[in-house]
């Protein structure tokens, strides 16, 4: 199977409200580049009535690992199973897809408790440039129960480049507690679990997801989906 990795090139400003990021893609087969704006956060906020989904799969998104809530990037982009199962299908909308991380385990069948802990990912919403997060929805994946995230933090900020998405001195913590998957006894597989709400009042730019427990031994943690959801 060929490997995978994902670069951010950075991003570089065009004026004063936007900026450009260029990812590439290597499969080590090929190499895809694409680029996405970024659009700078505006003072300006008017909530609609609805909450709605904030990310999908358009988003700028970039997976985490050996990372923890108030602290700088440990590693990003890590080991996943296959093409299919990278960050962006926690945000994708569907429930046949997965995001799977193994971490800082290096390989798969590195069976240890909590090897997807300190995992994730951040997400740079094109939806708004000035969002408010106010509940979490997960979705269990196909299989492997124990693979389960149980808790979760959700950190937002406002900053404008790739460069300062990955500092911890970026973040402020919006939510830390349950994903709403049950601890004790196992969901059905790729079904939605009951949605956590939490206050916050507070627009934010882009979100900063991270899994701090999973539901027991595995070689890493997966869910099919992992939608923040607000106000828009």
């Known amino acids: 199977m060929p490997s995978i990795m994902t670069t951010i090139i950075g991003a570089t400003s065009r004026n004063s409200t936007s900026a450009r990021a260029t990812i590439i893609i290597s499969t080590g087969v090929e190499s895809t580049t694409m680029s996405k704006t970024i659009t700078h956060p ?74 997807g802990a300190n995992t994730g990912f951040f997400v740079v919403p094109s939806i708004s440039n000035a969002s408010v997060a106010v509940a979490i929805r997960f979705a269990t994946a196909n299989d492997f129960p124990n693979r389960d995230p149980i808790t979760v933090t959700l950190e937002g900020t406002n900053v404008t480049t790739i460069e300062a998405l990955h500092l911890g001195s970026s973040w402020t913590l919006i939510y830390s507690g349950p994903t709403g998957i049950n601890s ?47 106000y828009v």
């Open 42 to 115: 505006t003072t300006s906020y008017l909530p609609s009535q609805q909450i709605v989904s904030i990310t999908n799969l358009d988003d700028i998104i970039v997976g985490l690992y050996s990372t923890s809530a108030g602290q700088s990037t440990g590693g990003d982009n890590g080991v996943y199973s296959t093409v299919s199962e990278q960050p962006p299908k926690a945000i994708d909308g569907f429930l046949s897809t997965k995001y799977l991380n193994f971490g800082n385990n290096g390989a798969p069948e590195n069976i240890r408790n909590n090897s």
């Open 184 to 230: 004790t006894t196992a969901p059905a597989r790729s079904r939605y679990v009951p949605q956590q709400n939490f206050s916050n009042t507070i627009a934010f730019r882009s979100y900063r997801l991270l899994i701090t427990s999973q539901r027991g031994l595995a070689d890493c943690v997966q869910y099919a989906e992992a939608q923040i959801l607000g």
